[in-house]
């Protein structure tokens, strides 16, 4: 049975015209440069700790803490560009405007989401087994439609990641941190690592860093959905 085209289709250009830059997302200059060489010792952290184990003391964020703002493009779009992490306007390299006031079609803002509800947040590689946790998120998206699931792929190919979405039937957002500065504020050391927080954004519980089982899964899941019944937005 074929599996359903997810609804954020990528959307049709010329193929001649060069792929449209959101006014705020950031470029690959200076700056982003040494961010995506940071980005590529994350991955290959990533790699290695998937296999070997996570060193002792990786944490990621702390429960209470409240999601670092960013905002990305989605995976299927045109849309090209860096992270925008700014928290205040004009922050130099970060970015020249809030990443939480950055919205639009092609873009994923984790403070668009957490504005609706409880957010579940997996940043990942599409490599190996790491990208498991994304078909399992997936099957409780139904389950818990009060839930807003989304995921980040660090760093990789942007074609491959497509063919991903397509392949797993994917309907959440997935966004490209192309340079690595998503995992590097989210602390990234495992792969995946899942983020569950309150709807407003503070993390409720410790961060998965791991592949979960699919009922490990749904029970952390569940018991964000119930903690955050009356959780205030502020």
Same mark, same amino acid.
């Given at each position: 049975?074929?599996?359903?085209?997810?609804?954020?289709?990528?959307?049709?250009r010329d193929p001649r015209a060069p792929?449209?830059?959101?006014?705020?997302?950031?470029?690959?200059?200076?700056?982003?440069?040494w961010v995506g060489l940071l980005g590529v010792v994350i991955v290959v952290s990533l790699v290695l700790n998937t296999i070997f184990g996570a060193p002792t003391g990786s944490r990621a964020l702390a429960p209470?803490?409240?999601?670092?703002?960013?905002? @990305?493009?989605?995976?299927?779009? +045109?849309?090209? #560009? !860096?992270a925008d992490v700014a928290t205040r306007t004009d922050q130099g390299e970060a970015g020249r405007v809030p990443a939480c006031s950055e919205r639009g079609s092609q873009i994923l803002n984790i403070c668009e989401l957490y504005e609706r509800g409880p957010v579940v947040l997996a940043?990942?590689?599409?490599?190996?087994?790491?990208?498991?946790?994304?078909?399992?998120?997936?099957?409780?998206?139904?389950?818990?439609?009060? @839930?807003?699931?989304?995921?980040? +792929?660090?760093? #990789? !190919?942007?074609?491959?990641l497509r063919r991903l979405l397509r392949a797993e039937g994917l309907t959440f957002p997935v966004g490209f941190d192309r340079d690595g500065a998503v995992a590097a504020l989210f602390r990234v050391a495992t792969c995946p690592?899942?983020?569950?927080?309150?709807?407003?954004?503070?993390?409720?519980?410790?961060?998965?860093?791991?592949?979960?089982?699919?009922?490990e899964l749904e029970r952390?899941?569940?018991?964000?959905?119930?903690? +955050?019944r009356g959780h205030g937005t502020g």
């Open positions: 049975m074929s599996r359903p085209e997810p609804p954020y289709r990528r959307e049709k792929a449209p830059v959101h006014p705020a997302l950031r470029s690959s200059h200076h700056y982003g440069r209470g803490v409240h999601l670092p703002p960013f905002a @990305v493009p989605l995976v299927p779009g +045109s849309l090209e #560009g !860096d940043l990942f590689v599409n490599s190996g087994s790491c990208r498991g946790v994304l078909s399992e998120m997936q099957s409780l998206s139904a389950t818990f439609p009060g @839930v807003s699931f989304a995921a980040i +792929s660090i760093k #990789g !190919d942007r074609a491959g690592q899942v983020d569950f927080a309150y709807p407003g954004g503070v993390i409720q519980q410790q961060a998965l860093l791991r592949t979960p089982s699919a009922a952390r899941v569940a018991e964000l959905a119930g903690a +955050s």
